[in-house]
């Protein structure tokens, strides 16, 4: 595999030597983690998507770990945010040629953490619609947007946040200070976003722009600041935490989480 031997090379080039390697594809993954994190190493490097860093990020924050997350997916939010726009070799050379440890905040609903954001609500079964688009699946996408679509409508998010601003909306979103583009990624509070929306065309606008945190100039978007919210609905809610899809009932909360996950990036100056 050439991403895996380009990236023996450039341990080998750091002076890092008989490092521990697992490559595969997502079915594989969670064999792989168990297999990574029944060994004692202090620093877990991880080529994946979205969802992929999320999960070796959650371990890696429960087990007291250091992470280099770099990006092998479509969006790759989270190492963008660390390591700006550049290739994933590029990332770990500059990282191991000056490590710097730098903890990061997050979120955590029920017993899962996001580092990026969580967007809640039927308007992201589009993105399951969108994906089968990408892959060229276009039977199963009409299905699946036509099942988001409907849902849409019929099921709202019930919100209270901060034990005070209460209403309901299609859906709402909680963005991590490292992603949100008006807040400091010191700032100890996570971005909620109260998403309305009145067709299908608004919803697939907002899911793109969400993954960025793009969303001022929009008229149906509410902003503020929480470090807790509180949801329900009438049906079990969809998420998306990083990228990666999850049921999460007819009822949680979301929490801000101030030291989720130590990440190791290249020292400033």
């Known amino acids: 595999m050439e991403s895996e031997q380009k990236m023996l090379n450039i341990f080998k080039a750091a002076g890092i030597v008989e490092p521990k390697m697992w490559c595969g594809g997502a079915d594989q993954m969670e064999r792989a983690f168990a297999e990574a994190f029944g060994q004692k190493l202090g620093v877990l490097v991880v080529l994946g998507g979205d969802g992929t860093i999320r999960t070796a990020a959650e371990r890696c924050a429960d087990e007291g770990r ?14 963008r945010a660390l390591y700006g ?18 903890v990061i905040s997050g979120g955590r609903v029920a017993d899962k953490q996001f580092f990026v954001a969580a967007v809640v609500g039927a308007p992201v079964l589009w993105t399951e619609a969108r994906e089968s688009v990408r892959e060229g699946d276009i039977v199963d996408a009409i299905e699946k947007g ?11 998010v019930q919100y209270l946040i901060s034990g005070e601003s209460k209403g309901e909306a299609e859906a709402l979103a909680l963005i991590c200070p490292l992603i949100a583009e008006e807040m400091s990624d010191s700032e100890h509070a996570l971005e909620a976003a109260v998403i309305d929306v009145n067709n299908a065309a608004e919803v697939i606008g907002l899911a793109t ?61």
Request: hydrophobic share 40%; charged share 25%.
């Open 66 to 79: 250091y992470i280099i997350p770099l990006p092998g997916g479509t969006m790759n939010m989270l190492p």
């Open 85 to 102: 726009d550049v290739s994933w070799d590029d990332a770990l050379k500059n990282t191991l040629g000056a490590p710097s440890a730098k």
């Open 146 to 156: 036509g099942v988001a679509f409907q849902n849409m409508f019929e099921t709202k």
């Open 209 to 269: 722009a969400a993954a960025f945190g793009k969303w001022r100039d929009n008229k149906d978007i509410l902003l503020t600041k929480t470090k807790r919210v509180d949801i329900r609905s009438g049906s079990d809610m969809p998420a998306i935490l990083d990228g990666e899809r999850v049921d999460l009932g007819c009822s949680t909360e979301i929490n801000f989480v101030s030291k989720a996950v130590t990440v190791l990036v290249p020292a400033s100056g």
